[in-house]
């Protein structure tokens, strides 16, 4: 059965500090992996989205790596706003192209960021 | 890029009633449309998705249903609401070449 799961299910840090959401998968076969932030009452926002063959991926201060070896992922906050307080959603597409078929869904972490 | 919109953005309706929630699109044509909900504390569950006009599929059986009467325009319905179908539903679009999925704004919808 595909899964993705997430970790921490939440978590609340400083402003200025730094934060890793990790991602672990089963789905296959593997064809992208995509992050998401949803703030509370809001629909989600891509983040960034990684084939096989990225193993890391940037947008401004967060930065996603996937090891397709491990079927890890990982989303780096790099000096966390205020803003940054949202749920991230990890999703693994087991279906190369669009549709919808294979799209599995992480239950996401909460994060929360104090002044 | 894409911009979804949906409205209502928040309904409260009491079981039994009948349901309908709207979701257009900008910015593409011949998109991906689907509709997802979000329960609290979980993750999205898609239910119905579509690749052209007239043509929806189900992914979860339930007594909602999905029509697409137009290439941009996506409806969700019920005939009648139960408490189970509470949650925030999302529209969603995609270009059938890319992996990009955008949102909407969500409806949160109350059955009481």
């Known amino acids: 059965k595909n899964q993705v799961e997430q970790s921490p299910q939440s978590l609340i840090i400083l402003e200025g500090k730094n934060c890793t959401l990790q991602c672990n998968y089963t789905v296959s076969p593997f064809s992208n992996l995509r992050w998401y932030k949803q703030d509370t009452g809001r629909g989600p926002v891509s983040l960034t989205i990684m084939t096989f063959s990225e193993n890391t991926k940037s947008n401004g201060r967060y930065t996603a790596t996937l090891d397709a070896d491990t079927k890890q992922s990982s989303l780096h906050i790099t000096a966390s706003q205020l803003s940054d307080s949202a749920s991230y959603i990890c999703?693994?597409?087991?279906?190369?192209?669009?549709?919808?078929?294979?799209?599995?869904f992480g239950k996401g972490t909460h994060l929360i960021i104090q002044p | 890029s894409q911009t979804i919109h949906q409205w209502p953005a928040t309904l409260v309706q009491p079981v039994g009633s009948p349901l309908s929630l709207e979701c257009t699109v900008e910015g593409t044509s011949n998109p991906n449309l689907y509709w997802y909900r979000q329960a609290a504390g979980r993750g999205l569950q898609l239910l119905f998705y579509s690749v052209g006009i007239g043509q929806i599929s189900s992914e979860v059986p339930q007594n909602l249903s999905a029509s697409r009467p137009q290439d941009r325009q996506f409806i969700l319905s019920s005939k009648k609401l139960l408490l189970s179908d509470s949650g925030f539903y999302l529209c969603a679009s995609q270009r059938g070449n890319s992996y990009e999925q955008y949102f909407g704004p969500g409806t949160r919808l109350t059955v009481t």
């Open positions: 999703v693994v597409s087991a279906k190369a192209g669009g549709g919808a078929d294979g799209l599995t």
